[in-house]
T-cell receptor, first 115, second 112 residues
């Protein structure tokens, strides 16, 4: 079956540091890939997505590129802020139709940014 | 986007009882989903609920334990039946809007 593996947290960084959160997946066919974020006290919200190989999703300074050859979708940001402190989830959906199928989630990475 | 509300936001229940969780969305959607997030774990899909058809359950989840209703295009309920402490989780509904799943705030359930 499908699975998503992402680095365990918590990840603690200083403000303005470079961020990478690794995500790899196992799936049949060509899944759609997502990063969701959950800020403290808030619900889960979509951060970015990519629906086919070599696509780059981006939002709020975050980027992730769909790498079929390495089955990866690593999340990056060049300079993190305290407000980026949250739990980040990598997820996939079978097929290239976006999230039309149920999502398979990674375990989540708790990111803590210190001033 | 879609605005989703869930009721209750949290509850503490006794084992052997049942709890029905409501999910309301501010626009008509065809596809709704129910997920569970156990303590320290990831989100796991319970079932897909499309209006006008029976819910489709994932492996490990059965209708007798998690009956779902989908009476119209803006509302769904999930019942957690005959609860045990292992059912203590956050339960989330989501809806599909323009190929993206939007999530509700979740219902935090504690079973004693």
């Amino acid at each position: 079956g499908n699975s998503v593996t992402q680095m365990e947290g918590p990840v603690t960084l200083s403000e303005e540091a470079f961020l990478t959160i690794n995500c790899t997946y196992t799936a049949t066919g060509y899944p759609s890939l997502f990063w969701y974020v959950q800020y403290p006290g808030e619900g889960l919200q979509l951060l970015l997505k990519a629906t086919k190989a070599d696509d780059k999703g981006s939002n709020k300074g975050f980027e992730a590129t769909y790498r079929k050859e390495t089955t990866s979708f690593h999340l990056e940001k060049g300079s993190v802020q305290v407000s980026d402190s949250a739990v980040y989830f990598c997820a996939l959906s079978e097929g290239s139709g976006g999230g039309a199928d149920g999502l398979t989630f990674g375990k989540g990475t708790h990111l803590i940014i210190q001033p | 986007s879609a605005v989703i509300s869930q009721k209750p936001s949290r509850d503490i229940c006794q084992r052997g009882t049942s709890l029905t969780i409501q999910c309301q969305v501010d626009s008509q959607v065809t596809m709704m989903f129910w997920y569970r997030q156990q303590p320290g774990q990831s989100l796991t899909l319970i079932a897909t609920a499309n209006q006008g058809s029976e819910a489709t359950y994932e492996s490990g989840f059965v209708i007798d334990k998690f009956p779902i209703s989908r009476p119209n295009l803006t509302f769904s309920t999930l019942t957690v039946s005959n609860m045990s402490p292992e059912d203590s989780s956050i339960y989330l509904c989501s809806v599909l809007a323009r190929i993206i799943q939007f999530f509700g705030p979740g219902t935090r359930l504690t079973v004693l």
